[in-house]
């Protein structure tokens, strides 16, 4: 029964999450949702209460693939370089796919639902843990010298995730989430940085 209940609750999600990111938040409905999946409102309602609840939970999800994806393009990596690329690259492109899903978390900033603010800080942790590990992976085999590895990761993350104010035209754009055409400078930029932050840890 709970392998079933499981089974549904992720039907529910998959099918929001493609309805989420091809239409975004505002133009979904839970009706079309069940409609999908050939569900009554009553059972979606019963796994989601509400169309937030249900945002929430897909956010989540697409933050766990970022971390899953990332996790194994990093082990993946032969040194550091590549490792960091593939990091910046996969995660850059997996936000790209889910443009809608990633935009509405941001149109809301400082208004986000718990649920929702409660991924966050754990995306941001995760990811300092990833870059912790390249940057392991540079001290072993790249003859990188860091006197912190934490604390390292922390600073080199903080400024790839501040590379979006580079390609900013106008104040407005501060308000505003990355244009779908602005990825991939943000990406050219990010991988500029780390490749100089990176060689100034070479012993």
């Known amino acids: 029964m709970a392998k079933n209940a499981d089974a549904k609750r992720m039907k529910i999600l998959e099918a929001a999450k493609r309805r989420f990111a091809h239409f975004g938040l505002a133009k979904t409905t839970m009706a079309e949702i069940a409609q999908d999946l050939s569900f009554s409102k009553a059972l979606l309602y019963y796994y989601f209460p509400d169309k937030n609840r249900l945002y929430a939970s897909v956010f989540e ?33 997996i936000i790209k796919d889910n443009y ?10 400082s208004e ?6 409660e991924v966050l800080p754990k995306l941001f942790e995760k990811e300092i843990q990833q870059v912790s590990t390249i940057l392991r992976k540079g001290i072993k085999h790249d003859g990188l010298v ?40 943000i990406l050219g930029l990010q991988q500029k940085l780390a490749k100089i932050f990176l060689n100034g840890l070479k012993s």
Not at 65 to 92: H, P, W, Y
Not at 147 to 174: C, F, N, P, Y
């Open 100 to 109: 809608s899903i990633f935009e509405y978390a941001y149109s809301l900033r």
């Open 61 to 93: 999800m697409a933050v766990d693939e970022i971390i899953t994806e990332t996790t194994a393009k990093i082990e993946d990596a032969n040194g550091v370089c590549q490792a960091m690329d593939a990091f910046l690259s996969t995660r850059l492109q």
């Open 112 to 117: 986000l639902p718990p649920d929702v603010e």
């Open 146 to 185: 860091v006197d912190d590895v934490e604390v390292t990761a922390k600073i080199l993350l903080i400024s790839l995730l501040g590379m979006r104010l580079g390609i900013l035209q106008e104040v407005k754009s501060l308000f505003l989430p990355p244009s779908k055409e602005e990825f991939d400078y």
